[in-house]
């Protein structure tokens, strides 16, 4: 098991901060659909989640919502670990593929109302 140091809050925020900036074109099509509650829920984009960065985050519902990338085909075994440990913080993950978000953006959003309304 690799000895991981824990990052420190502040610097958690601040790389946050800095992703919003630089959100892939997925997120960024997701978060203009998504953003003033268009989903009847607050979700707030790149937020600090334990020692995570979650994509966009309703915390109210203690849902998170993710855009993978091809990238996360490689390392899906790493994600499944992420989630269960956002799991025990109290939040359920829900994983959208980013060619669905750029490819049928309804049915990604389709997604997250059915999350929304399953609940905790």
């Known amino acids: 098991m690799q000895n991981r ?4 809050p502040l610097l958690n925020i601040a790389r946050a901060h800095g992703l919003r900036r630089s959100m892939t074109p997925s997120e960024s099509a997701l978060w203009a659909a998504i953003r003033g509650k ?6 707030c984009a790149q937020v600090p989640v334990g020692n995570f960065i979650a994509d966009f985050v309703a915390s109210t519902e203690r849902l998170i ?4 990338g091809e990238i996360h085909l490689l390392r899906k075994r790493a994600d499944e670990r992420r989630d269960r440990k956002l799991a025990r913080l109290g939040y359920r993950v829900l994983r959208l593929e980013a060619k669905l978000v750029l490819g049928n953006l309804e049915q990604a959003l389709a997604h997250i109302r059915e999350a929304l309304e399953r609940g905790g």
């Open 38 to 43: 268009r989903l009847g829920v607050a979700l």
């Open 5 to 8: 140091k824990l990052v420190p």
């Open 65 to 68: 919502v993710e855009v993978d």
